[in-house]
């Protein structure tokens, strides 16, 4: 028989390669996906544990402003309001995301319409070196360059919602700026061409076209960052004060989901309310991380159609 | 005239934010390398910290901190790289598809702290693993897996089809296509990401706090046995890293030199992460054009 | 220019007698689909052995896509539908081993592909992976098909140097010898000149000339003069139909219908 014939219709060595090959990645694959579902269902399972076993009230979880979960009120209920933690977790996203936008946009403007190659470049650099420098240290420039600036210079201690908006602002800024400079590229070229050949200025063409049409993206980006401000921990828990009451100012000392968290769960014992009461909190945080990628979902299945 | 006078004021205000943001993070480099730099010396690297006393150094965390990202980098990257060559070669385009680049989307959006919390839960508790470096390497790795994931993904994705094609016309496997002809091709972006997403975990901290612990025991250095309890490379014992001791000094240290022992500690991370920054831009670059055999 | 419709179920194809010529490769009512899009309909060709046969035809007609499919290159991005007959085997089924397969029906793709290795590298590496590790019979092999391809004189001196670092022309004729190193039974090219200047294409022409003595070889070209060169036969493809196949001398002088008529005159295409 004709022996490349026999071959073509047998099994080879390049055939077991390809099993082994789609054996080892879909492990891979599986792995990853294996971890992300275990983080849901450990910490979903933890954090729900408040409610089904120490049977806490979830709307008060959400509403109350009292948080001191080892004590109970006089109804002899522990002290679960989470709602100063919410309020300082949204309060410095906010404040950082809207510090961080215009400097944002500028910046990303300046390197896709005005600057030279060298200018972009050098921006482009300095954008990736804010992205590198570690939340610790940012922490660390906060507590000694931002509490004492605030204190001197705008009252209260220097520590509250207001310092870590500052010190979030830096942090945001660099994924802000550079997801908005991918969607200013993705504007076609001749869309600002025509404008410019209509006669339009410069700063009339970003306004009324560039801006325009890359709308969605923009938003996009401003999600991302705010993503990141709400489950950033170290940073904000170094500058913030770190009292679980409602914040009244700006200026006063607050907390947030992340601070209490990284501050309680080493404080508390496994199992009792006070601990699970954190995990309702790392809840919390996961949902919101989920509602930011659904919301970049939306957004861009609305860009595109 | 009024409408030039607007363009040329807009203009200029753009001018001025890129120019304010180049100022902030030459403040932040230049605070933290002016407060910080002087604080560091030999003895600062090498020695033990202190908790109560000053003069301590950052020897045992720096080490902790290194031993730390080559774990970390020893479990992530085969996986991310069998899961990266998996979404750009073999993955097929159905639900399940779209599921995993789902799931692998969210883990890198994911909190780091919380990334820790259940690294904690399950290594530290449940598996009674204890504040371990192998806690801490595990949930760095979960930290890392999307970010090299994605890298890989897009540095085999920018081969061109026609050298997939190339392979596949001589009768190679497409495993052999993709692990013997297109990766090599795709290793300066891939270790561009990988030195990049290094810096990173390096200076990484939320997530280590309750797995790898805030504890830095003293270690022998004398003894390179790793099942030994004070052998640097004992994979079972807590490990503060530098990132973690920068916070912790700060948020409850008590040394008189906290400050100043934070300064240096930030400064050596800083640096450390400038530097990966410069080797990723020349190790990505050489490569390339070793590849391209331009010279 | 006019876009005349043609009678597809006009057409005019050869098929060979049995004990006349020897059949390498053959195809029936072959069909391709990318998603809704019937590009290829009702493929029937078989190719006569040690012989040069040219696909021509206007951009999109097909003809690409029906040499894709003889080695089932277009498996990922296609559906394919019919028969491929290769040594009395239908290759286009999935009990077939296309690995082994492509291994006797080569291909050299339109844009050269060389591998980011050494020019000796290019050509060993496949056959290392097929198990074979003589480094005498390697050597031996890649001043072989470099003679065959026509580059051994232009890089015997720089076997070590990249690939990437030779020109155009020279990297589609590595890609050749690289693909004769297998010892094909066929060699598929895809339009393997329209990339290259006119010395490197008349090179190539020479070196297929060369070739078609120890392999069957099909050709898709855009060049018409290319075509009547150096084939010994001629498929025109038109929307996805093949409506004239047969001699080369016979498909350009004498053709019987009109769409091949109109295309080697040159009024559309």
Redesign the interface.
Known sequence: MDPIKKKIQSSSRETRQDLLGKVITYTCIALIVLVVLSIFVFVASKGMATFFVNKANFWDFLTGKNWNPSMVDSKGKPMLGALPMIAGSFGVTILAVLFATPFAIGTALYMTEIASHKGERILQSVIELLVGIPSVVYGFIGLSVIVPFVRNNIGGSGYGILSGSFVLFVMVLPTVTSMTVDSLRAVPRFYKEASLALGATKWQTIYKVILRSSTSGILTAIIFGMARAFGEALAVQMVIGNAAVMPTSLLSSASTLTSVLTMGIGNTVMGTVANNALWSLALILLLMSLFFNIVVRLIGRKGRM | MKIKLQNKIAINIIRIIAALVVVILLFLLGDILISGVPHISWHFLTSASQSFASGGGIGVQLFNSIYLLLLTLIISFPISLGAGIFLSEYAPKNIFTSIVRMAIEVLSSLPSVVVGLFGFLLFVVQFQMGFSILSGAIALTFFNLPLLTRNIEESLRAVPDLQREAGMALGLSKWRTVTRVILPEALPGIITGVVLGAGRVFGEAAALIYTAGQSATNIDFGNWNPFNAASPLNLMRPAETLAVHIWKINSEGVMPDASAVSAGASAVLIIVVLLFNIFARIIGNSLYRKLTATK | MSIEKYDFNEKNILHFKQDKHQIAIATHVLQVYYGNKHALVDGDLEFERYRITSLIGASGSGKSTYLRSL?R?NDNVAKVEGKII????D?NSS???V??????I????Q?P????KSIRANIT??LK???LKDKKKLDEIVELSLKDAALWDEVKDDLD??A??LSGGQQQRL?IA??IA?KP?ILLLDEPASALDPISTSKIEETLVELKKRYTIIIVTHNMQQASRISDYTAFFHMGHILEYGKTKNVFTTPQIRATNDYISGNFG
């Open positions: 080695n290159m290769y040594r009395g085997l290759v009990k077939i081993n690995y082994e397969m492509r291994k006797h080569g291909m050299v793709f844009r592909n060389p591998f980011s590496f496949a992976e097929q198990g140097k990249s990437w670092s890609c690289r693909t297998m039974d």
